[in-house]
């Protein structure tokens, strides 16, 4: 959910739009440029590099401006996409390159972001973002805690979570063949979805991308099709949805995308992260977080296919899960035996952590949710996917950053689920 690429930049975007009269096409990807920045003598000794003070955004200390262009060619639908010219010139007289980057990333795995980069906006007379919060400043004695590599339940446990060592988001893992595995996720280094084939050690190598779609999950329906399910802006309806698409073998493109219908406003942040799963009558089921309210805790439903197309969809009464828990992914869903990961809400970080937790079901529908987090509580946990080695041993993959509001990394990590 929330740390999710694409949900939460929208809610920053509804009252710049107003703002902006001249045109704000989205920039084509090119090559980064390096950024020169000023450095000021600290008051007193930090244990790493500082992050700048507001006053070091003043103009009058500037000798260049940010490059607003390198910017948007990284974050094309970022929040100063929707800036007129003149906006943009403003903002960038008073930031730097590399402060706006880590904007816009914040936008869309937060949904918050610094005071100093709010301040952007304020010294430009523009309004201020609605539902977006202000964040603290990581601490470097926060960044450098090290994650542990194990944690047992009664029920469950994770054992030797080690990070792949990339940045990324919303992973989606499938088994190609008994040596090979294949895994998407949202990623800033390909500015889309990284589509790597792995070992099962993980050991991967990026075979290529996916453009402008987030929380891809792929499935083969009953009549042997390879079918993903993803969210994605519609551009006739200017609001967001999840859709559909026959994928190629190697996950690199799709065809025959066709919207589900269950569409949302495009400033929505608590909405989407869909899993879609062959269920056994030959339907497909996708699970998706969702709120009421835009204020009140996530809530996770679900629609079924009236087919086994896995097409046309129709909602499923109820909710599945309410309180707060999201990124929901089925593992196993076989005749009266059903099993999923999920994570938590960020909203209560850093007091309460991101972490996975373990449910079962008969159904699908109904679940029981043991609501005791089954991976260490110094760190966040959060999107997780997984295949099974075998009944009682699930490879895992998700993401994992440190459990503070400031800027972190989101590096992805493995590990395994052991069931007793």
């Not at 008994?178 to 280094?189: D, G, M, P, Q, V």
Request: proline residues 6%; charged residues 25%; hydrophobic residues 35%.
């Amino acid at each position: 959910m929330s740390n999710k690429l694409t949900l939460t930049t929208a809610v920053f975007l509804s009252l710049l739009i107003s703002c902006s009269s001249e045109d704000t096409s989205i920039s084509e990807i090119s090559e980064n440029q390096e950024l020169t920045q000023e450095t000021n003598t600290p008051t007193k000794p930090e244990p790493e590099e500082a992050k700048p003070e507001p006053e070091e955004a003043k103009p009058e200390l500037k000798t260049e401006i940010a490059d607003i262009e390198e910017v948007l060619k990284e974050f094309p639908q970022g929040a100063l996409s929707f800036l007129s010219n003149n906006e943009k010139q403003c903002i960038a007289e008073i930031s730097t390159t590399e402060s706006l980057k880590s904007m816009e990333k914040s936008l869309m795995e937060e949904g918050k972001i610094l005071q100093e980069q709010m301040d952007y906006f304020a010294s430009c007379n523009l309004p201020g973002p609605p539902g977006i919060g202000i964040k603290e400043a990581a601490s470097s004695a926060a960044t450098e805690n090290v994650q542990e590599t194990s944690y047992s339940t009664s029920f469950a446990s994770i054992e030797n979570i080690t990070s792949l060592g990339e940045d990324g988001v919303s992973p989606h893992l499938e088994k190609v063949d008994e040596k090979t595995l294949r895994l998407f996720y949202s990623s800033i280094k390909v500015k889309g979805i990284a589509v790597s084939l792995c070992d099962y050690q993980l050991n991967c190598e990026i075979q290529g991308s996916l453009q402008r779609m987030s929380d891809l999950t792929i499935i083969e329906t009953k009549d042997g099709v390879r079918r993903g399910y993803f969210v994605e802006l519609n551009p006739q309806t200017n609001q967001k949805d999840i859709f559909t698409a026959i994928f190629s073998e190697d996950g690199l493109s799709y065809s025959e995308k066709t919207p589900l219908g269950f569409p949302v406003d495009r400033d929505e942040i608590a909405w989407g992260v869909p899993d879609a799963v062959l269920i056994p009558n030959g339907l497909v089921r996708v699970y998706w977080t969702y709120t009421e309210d835009k204020t009140s805790d996530e809530k996770l439903i679900s629609a079924t296919s009236k087919t086994t197309k896995g097409i046309d969809f129709v909602m499923d009464p109820g909710y599945r899960l309410e309180n707060g828990y999201v990124d929901f992914e089925v593992i196993k869903a076989e005749e009266g035996d059903w099993k999923a990961l999920m994570s938590y809400t960020p909203h209560y970080m850093p007091e309460i952590p991101q972490s996975l937790f373990y449910a079962t079901s008969k159904d699908g529908l109904d679940w029981d949710l043991i609501e005791e987090r089954i991976t260490p509580k110094g760190y966040t946990y959060f999107d997780p996917t997984g295949i099974p080695i075998d009944e009682k041993n699930y490879l895992i993959v998700g993401s994992a950053a440190p459990n503070v509001m400031g800027d972190r990394e989101h590096l992805l990590f493995t590990a395994m689920l052991v069931l007793p």
